[in-house]
């Protein structure tokens, strides 16, 4: 999924807009970053940047402190200033971007935009089990599926008196009926 450099100034407005930050130079670096496109091209919005080369944590008031957190190597930065120059002057190279807010799997605006973190893949954090359910359900959705067709089927050949068909499909349903998920 390509994220777009409009979809990223969007979610950044909204976030500052709608958020709350005990530091009003977030609000300025934010700002900052709306504002320049050449960033925002190499700008990926994910989660847990601290596990990235080179990332930024953003977080409302709610989510705790500090409201600003750079991460370079391992190392964190808090100071503004530092955190600017490193962005200002290293425009070229990636940088991640964590927002945290309340609610944030219920924004739409956010869930446009983030990505999935090449340094923390969403599917190497969830265990075995997961992917277990997963595959259940949609084993359970195709065998839904599958009897919606044949009903659908069924109802037609009565509707054309087609007896034989009629049989032939009613016992391809009870076979799917009866027959275990794969």
Request: with cysteine; glycine share 2%; hydrophobic share 40%.
């Amino acid at each position: 999924m390509d994220v777009t450099v409009e979809g990223k100034k969007q979610f950044l407005s909204w976030f500052i807009a709608n958020q709350t930050f005990s530091r009003r130079e977030v609000s300025w670096l934010v700002n900052y970053l709306i504002s320049h496109e050449t960033i925002l091209n190499h700008a990926h919005i994910v989660e847990q940047i601290e596990k990235t080369p080179r990332g930024l944590l953003i977080q409302s008031s709610q989510q705790g402190e500090p409201n600003i957190l750079f991460y370079k190597d391992k190392q964190k930065f808090t100071d503004i200033d530092q955190i600017f120059h490193e962005i200002r002057f290293h425009w070229q190279e990636k940088l991640y971007i964590e927002c945290r807010f309340a609610n944030a799997w219920q924004e739409v605006l956010y869930l446009g935009v983030l990505e999935d973190n090449p340094y923390a893949p969403w599917n190497q954090q969830l265990a075995d089990s997961e992917f277990q359910k997963v595959d259940d359900y949609f084993l359970v959705l195709e065998k839904q599926n599958q009897m919606n067709q044949l009903l659908n089927q069924i109802d037609q050949a009565l509707e054309k008196g087609d007896q034989v068909l009629f049989n032939e499909l009613s016992n391809q349903l009870k076979q799917l009926i009866t027959s275990p998920a794969q």
